[in-house]
């Protein structure tokens, strides 16, 4: 049995993330299929500022998850395992 690589699954993950997100955006005004853009958005409304005198910190993190993208993740999980 072949060993499989785990960046290998970190990187189609991301991709269908990324893949699966941008067809919810391009489905947002498509009537029919309006249902994929549906999602939630989750972290920081604003960012948070360090400011350390000499040196200016800023985090920031928000993440959107749609019906799309998690049609996505769940395509590239089948075709990791597939692999």
Same mark, same amino acid.
């Given at each position: 049995? *072949?060993? *499989? !690589?785990?960046?290998?699954?970190?990187?189609? =993950?991301?991709? &269908?993330?990324?893949?699966? &997100?941008?067809?919810?955006? =391009? $489905? /947002? !005004?498509?009537? /029919?299929?309006?249902? =994929?853009?549906?999602?939630? !958005?989750?972290? %920081?409304?604003?960012?948070?500022?360090?400011? =350390? &005198? %000499?040196?200016? %910190? $800023?985090?920031? %993190? $928000?993440?959107?998850? @749609?019906? /799309? @993208?998690?049609?996505?993740?769940?395509? /590239?999980?089948?075709?990791?395992?597939?692999?």
């Amino acid at each position: 049995m *072949k060993s *499989k !690589n785990g960046w290998v699954l970190l990187i189609m =993950l991301l991709s &269908g993330i990324v893949l699966g &997100g941008f067809i919810g955006m =391009l $489905t /947002a !005004n498509i009537s /029919a299929l309006h249902w =994929l853009s549906y999602g939630q !958005n989750f972290g %920081l409304e604003s960012p948070v500022v360090l400011d =350390l &005198g %000499l040196l200016v %910190l $800023t985090f920031g %993190l $928000t993440i959107h998850i @749609s019906i /799309a @993208s998690i049609i996505g993740v769940v395509l /590239a999980i089948i075709i990791y395992r597939i692999m």
